[in-house]
């Protein structure tokens, strides 16, 4: 091998070393964000925060989940953001009448809107569907996934969910 060659196999290995190690540090970041209650869960109270879809395949396309927090406040709450962790996931809210507003997605990277401007009057609930599409990454997605669906109001408190999937072809 040539000198320009081991240079680049160099300059590789060290590229893809790097995307393991900063693909390790957001995973520790938002398994730490998961592992502090959420801020606003004393005022909304999350029947659930997390969902295995357990093992799906590619063929059968989309999957969803409904997650619902009761506000068990004396006040009105105002939702300002949903938002989705990856473009292949996005959220809707479905309000008591069963229409749905979204979706939501992914911030910046073309996804749905992430402003909500949903009001939840004090003792009522949200209903927030998630529905993840197992093809958005093409066949590179099989594998374990975890994706992450946050609920934000306007005081910047941050609720999270997240959905966690094994994908087969």
Known sequence: MN?????SLI???????????????TEKE???AKSHPARIEGIFAPTETF???????????????VFSVNNSSNENIKISS??????CTNAYIVRADGTKKGPFG??????????ANEIVKA???LSIEVVYDPNAHGPAGVGMINRFIYLEDESGNRLQFEVKANVTP
Do not use: Q
């Open 30 to 32: 938002e398994l730490s």
């Open 82 to 87: 949903l938002s989705t962790s990856c473009m």
């Open 11 to 25: 300059v590789i290995v060290i590229g893809i070393a790097s995307l393991v190690w900063w693909s390790k540090y």
């Open 106 to 115: 992914m911030p910046g990277h073309g996804g749905g809107a992430t402003r």
């Open 51 to 65: 969902y295995d879809f357990g093992t799906i395949s590619m063929k059968n396309g989309n999957v969803s989940k």
């Open 3 to 7: 000198e320009k060659t081991i240079i």
């Open 123 to 125: 003792g009522g609930s």
